[in-house]
């Protein structure tokens, strides 16, 4: 079985502090994505990855950055977290849609709360 | 506009009765899907759809691509059934990451 982790599942961080979420795949997937989830809103795209050291914006980027070092691991980063950025933040990964269609598997989310 | 939008935002039925949630979008798409979250946070893929119907167990996903229309079925539902079913898409041409409808809070009693 495909298996997404996510290094935390609650955060609690300061206004202005740098922030990292980690998320690891064992599939050899492709493709990983970051997504937060917020009450009324739904899940939107904050960034994605397909392939290491390759990153494009997804819906809401502004204000978080990405990493991606191997391919294993891509990194959510909030460089001065704010409250606005008090969410849930869900990893995700696929295999390459050069390969067909796909379905996404998710990790178990973590709670992120800005104070 | 929400490109994807789903109907009934809750739902509360009994036990056994079967179960439909409706997922309605307005872009072309090359694949939907349809996610279960339980409480706690984790998200299921159960469905992956381009194109007709397809049946997992109790679960009938299908869809109608010149409608732009998906429906989720439930049959003999269960209270564990009880969690949000969200409806996504892969748009037509676009980058890999899905567009989510706000999702459906089904909740079944006993």
């Known amino acids: 079985d495909v298996k997404v982790t996510q290094s935390s599942r609650y955060l609690v961080k300061r206004t202005g502090e740098k922030v990292f979420l980690e998320c690891v795949q064992d599939?050899?997937?492709?493709?990983m994505f970051w997504y937060r989830q917020d009450p009324g809103l739904g899940l939107r795209l904050i960034y994605f990855?397909?392939?290491?050291?390759?990153?494009e914006k997804g819906d809401i980027p502004e204000g978080y950055s990405v990493s991606r070092e191997k391919k294993e691991r891509f990194s959510l980063i909030l460089e001065s977290a704010s409250t606005n950025q008090t969410s849930m933040y869900l990893c995700?990964?696929?295999?390459?849609?050069?390969?067909?269609?796909?379905?996404?598997?998710f990790g178990p989310g973590t709670r992120l709360t800005v104070l | 506009k929400n490109e994807v939008e789903q109907s009934p935002q809750n739902l509360t039925a009994q036990e056994g009765e079967f179960i439909t949630i409706n997922c309605s979008y307005s872009?072309?798409?090359?694949?939907l899907h349809w996610l279960q979250q339980h409480p706690g946070g984790g998200i299921v893929s159960l469905f992956m759809?381009?194109?007709g119907k397809k049946k997992h167990g109790r679960l009938i996903a299908t869809i109608n691509i010149q409608e732009k229309h998906s429906s989720l079925h439930i049959t003999a539902s269960h209270p564990r059934d009880s969690a949000v079913y969200i409806c996504?898409?892969?748009?037509?041409?676009?980058?890999?990451?899905?567009?989510f409808g706000k999702g459906t809070h089904l909740i079944i009693q006993p």
């Open positions: 995700a990964s696929s295999p390459s849609s050069g390969t067909g269609l796909h379905e996404q598997f």
């Open positions: 599939m050899d997937h492709e493709n």
């Open positions: 990855s397909y392939d290491v050291k390759m990153k």
């Open positions: 872009v072309g798409i090359s694949a």
């Open positions: 759809l381009s194109s």
């Open positions: 996504a898409v892969r748009v037509r041409g676009g980058a890999d990451g899905l567009t």
